[in-house]
């Protein structure tokens, strides 16, 4: 059996095109997740705050959130009382000359 290392991105790994795209919605989606549960909401009292359906919610939980885009996940966090600051500066390093990355930090 042959082992390989993987990169910080699985999307990335299995191929995907819009692998750095995904990973922030996977890291989004995560968040929300988190402060769901942390306020202790049903899916449907957290889908009502955020606004959309109860399946829409429950989908994006579990990892399907290609119907929905990062600015609506940065939406749902507003919603659940969170600041969300984006910052944009000169990449630090790149293997691809000038291109930069996307990550998300939590604080």
Same mark, same amino acid.
């Given at each position: ?79 659940? /009382? ?14 691809? @000359? /000038? ?7 939590? @604080?």
């Amino acid at each position: 059996m042959k082992i390989e290392k993987g990169s910080n991105n699985v999307y990335a790994d299995i191929g995907m095109p819009d692998a750095g795209e995904m990973l922030v919605k996977a890291h989004l989606a995560a968040k929300i997740g988190e402060i769901v549960k942390q306020r202790r909401l049903t899916q449907q009292q957290a889908a009502e705050i955020l606004g959309m359906t109860q399946p829409k919610l429950s989908n994006m939980l579990r990892g399907q959130f290609r119907g929905i885009s990062e600015a609506r996940m940065l939406d749902c966090l507003n919603r659940l /009382g969170r600041d969300v600051e984006i910052v944009v500066r000169k990449a630090t390093r790149s293997k691809h @000359a /000038g291109a930069g990355r996307t990550k998300v930090v939590f @604080a």
